[in-house]
């Protein structure tokens, strides 16, 4: 038998059969990197009298991701992020804060329908917004391009985060715990991902593991 390989050959799996990345595998990838950023920045925003919004992009260039530039507005509900990159950058998502404002803890919202705004810009595969709120670390992917796009185009992002302060409202709890009563109308506002091509993600506290997010109608919580 003739061996055509040098010694050492290593093949190359078949991108056919191998099995692609999972999302919550690439969320964990992408938290672990801007982990420390992450929590700085938002111990910023907790220490503003104001409890502004910080944000920044996050690339990957070769092998290694990294944030870029931390940014705020002195605001406290947006942040204009510095989209910049250096030669050989690509941009991989985005984070941003959400403080709470007031003594309650859980005074935050969850990722609100404004920020899908971001996916009118960056509507590419497994484009992440991660949205950090101190406890837990949401995060919104594009998971289909084109589903995304319909959805987006048919759901305009203030009329989204209007719909969802409605919804909120009617959850028990909403007055003392905003963070879930925004999260599950998100949820119900989305669906699920395989009709809007956005899914939906909720870390633990270590913002390592992730879990999606499915909205219920029958029992009105979180399935995972």
């Known amino acids: 038998n003739l061996n055509l390989c040098d010694p ?10 191998y099995p692609p990345e999972t999302i919550d595998s690439m969320l964990a990838r992408y938290s672990r990197a ?18 502004e919004e910080w944000g920044f992009p996050f690339v990957q260039k ?19 992020l510095d989209r910049y ?3 050989g950058e690509v941009i991989m998502g985005e984070l941003h ?7 309650n803890p859980l005074n935050r919202s969850a990722p609100s329908g404004d ?21 837990v670390r949401y995060s919104l992917v594009i998971e289909n391009v084109a589903l995304a796009r319909v959805f987006l185009a ?41 009709t809007c091509g956005i899914g939906f993600y909720k870390s633990d506290s270590t913002k390592t593991n992730f879990s999606k997010l499915i909205y219920s109608l029958i029992v009105n919580h979180f399935t995972i």
Request: aromatic letters at 8%.
């Open 8 to 17: 050492g050959w290593i093949p190359v799996p078949d991108p056919l059969t």
């Open 34 to 51: 801007i982990n420390v950023t992450a929590d700085s920045i938002f111990a910023l925003s907790m220490n503003s009298s104001i409890k």
């Open 62 to 80: 070769g092998n290694d991701i990294y944030a870029k530039r931390c940014t705020t507005i002195h605001e406290t509900d947006m942040v204009i």
């Open 85 to 87: 990159k250096d030669v």
């Open 97 to 103: 804060t959400h403080p709470d404002s007031s003594p």
């Open 115 to 135: 920020d899908l705004e971001t996916f009118n810009i960056n509507s590419r595969l497994n484009y992440t917004l991660f949205v950090e709120c101190g406890n």
């Open 154 to 194: 048919n759901h305009p992002t203030d009329l989204l985060s209007y719909d969802q302060q409605v919804i909120a409202q009617t959850q028990t709890n909403w007055q003392t715990d905003w963070q879930t009563a925004t999260q599950i109308a998100l949820a119900q506002l989305l669906g699920n991902s395989s």
